[in-house]
């Protein structure tokens, strides 16, 4: 009698966890494959299927830090660059406008057009600033875009914001606060409270290193002292990849030669590889043959071309194609 009734106790207990992970199922995600989710959200949001398309952010959101993308990617990571790509800073328009309305009165209940509202009042600040360098842009010009960071930082702020303990305000929080004058909102308060809640977010730290390279009044000791700190704090839950990763986002972002930054290779080695081997997906193997050209290391750039069928993609490095690599290494003496 009593074992009949501790199976039912289980069972009832087990049935919320069972239903949640029922309703968190979307056919507009794909966990082998970023890219092709972030195209689902796409079609669904321009195709009005509103309903679907909160679900699928919904389960991005629920399943951060327990799913991940076969790149290592972060289902919340997934969701802020769906809204990313369509409220472009700058870029979005009218049509963005009227197209959140449709989702509101499709869904008024749904949290995500509040959001989407948000990335489009942030779309409108770099709008007003423009994208020309500071000496040719206006005070006025910078007026109006530091308004409207200091208008866009009180909506991610407000309750009624109920995303606003999600990664995905945090990430436009940071950047936010990382663009405004006067903002309530401390940058690195911001990405310290971000990446103690959710460690493998790299956008927290690609964020961050923005804002840490030259070209923005940093260094390239800053951005080496930066990777090598968090590669050491993460080792436990990233083993040794995010070197790779956060390298490879300064030298992809910024189009330069790997060779002018403080970049390791004795270091880089071995975290591509922990890359490769931890998250075995195509633009990781490009990632590591492009790498290995620059860095001449032709044993390495062989095996990973050779084992994994690496053709020549947007992911590989500036100034760095397959044909154009096969024929440098040809070209050496005892090759």
Request: hydrophobic share 35%; glycine share 2%.
């Given at each position: 009698m009593n074992s009949k009734i501790n199976i039912v106790i289980v069972t009832v207990l087990l049935m919320p966890v069972t239903l949640k992970a029922e309703s968190c199922a979307s056919s507009l995600i794909?966990?082998?494959?970023?890219?092709?989710?972030?195209?689902?959200?796409?079609?669904?949001?321009?195709?009005?299927?509103f309903e679907?398309?909160?679900?699928?952010?919904?389960?991005?959101?629920?399943?951060?830090?327990?799913q991940i993308f076969n790149t290592g990617i972060t289902g919340a990571a997934a969701a802020y660059w769906f809204f990313r790509k369509e409220m472009p800073a700058p870029g979005a328009n009218n049509q963005d406008e009227a197209r959140i309305r449709k989702w509101k009165n499709a869904i008024p209940n749904s949290p995500y057009h509040y959001f989407a509202k948000l990335r489009l009042l942030y779309s409108k600040a770099w709008k007003y600033r423009g994208t020309k360098y500071a000496n040719k842009?206006?005070?006025?010009?910078?007026?109006r875009f530091n308004d409207q960071l200091i208008l866009t930082e009180k909506a991610i702020l407000s309750d009624k914001n109920r995303l606003?303990?999600?990664?995905?305000?945090?990430?436009?929080?940071?950047?936010?606060?990382?663009?405004?004058?006067?903002?309530?909102?401390?940058?690195?308060?911001?990405?310290?409270?971000?990446?103690k809640k959710w460690p493998n977010y790299y956008d927290f730290y690609d964020l961050i290193l923005t804002r840490l390279v030259p070209k923005w009044g940093g260094s390239w000791e800053k951005v080496d002292s930066f990777i090598?700190?968090?590669s050491k704090k993460l080792s436990d839950i990233d083993g040794k990849s995010i070197y790779a990763r956060l390298y490879y986002g300064v030298h992809s972002l910024n189009k330069i030669?790997?060779?002018i930054t403080l970049v390791d290779w004795g270091k880089l080695k071995p975290s591509l590889n922990t890359l490769m081997n931890e998250y075995p997906a195509?633009?990781?193997?490009?990632?590591?043959?492009?790498?290995?050209?620059y860095f001449r290391d032709h044993d390495f750039y062989s095996h990973v071309v050779a084992a994994h069928k690496v053709a020549t993609s947007k992911y590989w490095l500036v100034h760095t194609t397959r044909e154009e690599c096969d024929s440098?290494?040809?070209?050496?003496?005892?090759?």
């Open positions: 794909d966990w082998s494959s970023y890219e092709e989710t972030l195209q689902s959200l796409k079609i669904a949001y321009h195709s009005d299927q679907a398309l909160d679900n699928a952010l919904d389960c991005l959101l629920e399943n951060n830090n327990k842009t206006s005070k006025e010009q910078f007026s606003k303990e999600t990664a995905i305000s945090y990430n436009l929080l940071i950047a936010v606060a990382l663009d405004a004058q006067g903002a309530r909102t401390s940058p690195m308060d911001s990405f310290y409270m971000g990446v090598n700190k968090w030669n790997p060779h195509k633009e990781h193997y490009e990632i590591a043959a492009s790498y290995a050209c440098f290494f040809e070209a050496m003496p005892n090759n």
